[in-house]
């Protein structure tokens, strides 16, 4: 309104500097009549009436169909192409090689790379052949000390059990040696020999009555004295038996208790003696061997073999970082590197994408995609043609809003909104292609039956918001409590009723 009422006064002074213009000088005693001004025409406010109904609060924004599987290829090292294999439209397979770079060089270094790596594994496959040789070798000197070990300590066993035996037999024979008594036997020779004797003299005694007989010889006096004399040297000699074997008896209880001695001492010996120590040392030291070799090869080996792997990794890595590769099947849709031209790392060299899944993607602000979560609902209208409408839902965001992207690197990271979209939804004749533009519309937030306003009705000053209600003749300022709010509606929580006319801006 300002502006009106400020061009209004510059027309009216250009129109009184043209009068003059026009007039040419005047008398002096003529007075100028005064251009009346015309009254500025105040134009109506509009008006509004508070309504009960539906508020959405929506995003809305432009989107281009794009393949679901599209990846931008770029090389991750700065140089000039050497090859390129490809043209824009090639179909492709995963794994075909689409353009690389001069790197003559650096394939020398990976082919001595590789040559080196070849050799030292060769070095540790010869010396684990030898460590494995010598293993089982050791393997087999333990083997043989332990048998050697093991027959000693059953030798040694055999012979403690025999000592003890033969201990317990010779404790055995003492015990009943010295539990026989001889005495008995002599006391009975000496009775037996007492009465030969004195059957001898009773004889003698007979056959010296009658010895002046000439036939004396034939008597039984003579032949009784015989018999006495046979019976007393008999007598006599049992006697000398009974005594040679109480004396005997004697001399074999010593040589017993001695035989006992001498066995406790072979016990004694055996059980510490035990097995040859030799035996014990040579089991040790074949299973130290056998320890150290199965520690396996030399450590410096095996680090030099992984030192060449890292080297080989190294450069393979770098060769790859100067090639473009298909990470899955698809068609080429752009390239821009060329033979012979220089490229820059990490910069999009080649575009392939499977032209046969189609989706919607778009570039959102970090404030916008707070609002959504992946699997909602959207809402699209192609461009090309604005009546058909479609449905779909959001199948990713990107990291960290969703899941998209959270375990690529981050140059790789697909940074888009991707939406899911039933295409099958268009009519025959209408067809949807790479790069399409439609726009979206998603509902972030829905209240039914709730009373509302146009934005223009609400006013604002100070953080306060407020409306003037018109009242018949009467207006009257009334603060409002605002809910959702959306680019046509905007949510009354309180302060109004339904059916209030309330005067726009």
């Known amino acids: 309104m300002l ?60 989107a281009r169909v794009a393949p679901v599987q599209e990846a931008e290829l770029f090389f991750r090292t700065n140089g000039y192409v050497r090859a390129v294999f490809v043209e824009k439209g090639d179909a492709v397979r995963q794994g075909d090689l689409l353009a690389e770079l001069e790197m003559a060089e650096l394939e020398r270094s990976l082919a001595k790379a590789r040559l080196d790596l070849q050799t030292a594994q060769l ?6 052949q030898e460590q494995q040789d010598a293993q089982a070798k050791a393997k087999l000197k333990l083997q043989t000390a332990q048998a050697n070990l093991a027959a000693a300590q059953a030798s040694q066993a055999h012979g403690l059990a025999k000592a003890r035996l033969d201990l317990a037999i010779k404790r055995l024979q003492l015990q009943k040696g010295q539990d026989e008594d001889l005495t008995p036997r002599k006391t009975q020779a000496e009775a037996d020999l007492e009465r030969a004797r004195i059957a001898l003299q009773q004889a003698q005694a007979a056959y010296d009555e009658i010895a002046w007989r000439g036939d004396v010889g034939a008597t039984p006096q003579a032949a009784a004295l015989q018999q006495a004399t046979l019976d007393f040297q008999r007598a006599q000699a049992t006697y000398d038996l009974a005594v040679q074997d109480i004396e005997a008896h004697r001399y074999e209880l010593e040589i017993l208790k001695q035989q006992v001695a001498l066995a406790e001492l072979e016990v004694q010996r055996l059980q510490e003696t035990g097995t040859d120590p030799q035996l014990q040392q040579a089991v040790a030291l074949a299973q130290l061997e056998l320890e150290a070799l199965q520690r396996g090869v030399d450590p410096q080996l ?15 890595a770098q060769v790859a970082e100067s090639r473009l590769v298909a990470p899955f099947d698809g068609e080429v849709v752009s390239i821009s590197a060329y033979p012979g031209r220089a490229a820059e790392a990490y910069k999009a060299a ?19 995609m707070r609002e959504l ?7 699209l209208v192609p461009v090309d043609y604005p009546g058909q409408g479609l449905t779909g839902t959001i199948r990713q965001l990107p990291y960290p809003y969703g899941g998209g992207g959270s375990t690529e690197a981050l140059e790789q990271a697909d940074r888009s909104t991707r939406m899911s979209v039933d295409f099958a939804g268009l009519a025959p004749e209408m067809t949807m292609e790479m790069g399409d533009l439609v726009k979206v519309t998603i509902v972030l937030e829905r209240k039914d039956d709730v009373l509302w306003l146009p934005p223009a009705a609400i006013r604002t000053f100070g953080g306060r918001k407020f409306v003037i209600v018109q009242e018949g003749a009467k207006q009257r300022r009334l603060d409002v409590t605002l809910g959702i709010e959306s680019k046509e509606r ?11 006319t309330v005067l726009g801006q």
Do not use: M, W
Request: glycine share 6%; hydrophobic share 40%.
């Open 302 to 316: 095996q680090q030099t073999v992984a030192a060449a792997q890292l080297a080989v990794d190294r450069f393979e």
């Open 373 to 379: 979560t992946e699997g909602q609902a959207v809402a």
């Open 490 to 500: 905007v949510e009354i929580e309180a302060g109004l009723e339904e059916g209030q």
């Open 123 to 128: 070095q540790l496959s010869q010396a684990e």
């Open 350 to 368: 080649c575009i392939v994408a499977d032209l046969g899944a189609l989706e919607v993607s778009a570039e959102l602000s970090g404030e916008q």
């Open 3 to 62: 502006n009106f009422h400020k061009k209004l006064l510059v027309l009216l002074v250009l129109i009184v500097l043209l009068s003059g213009c026009r007039s040419g000088p005047r008398p002096a005693q003529e007075e100028p009549t005064p251009t009346p001004i015309p009254t500025p025409i105040v134009p109506e406010k509009p008006t509004y009436v508070v309504q009960r109904g539906e508020v959405l609060r929506k995003l809305e924004f432009t």
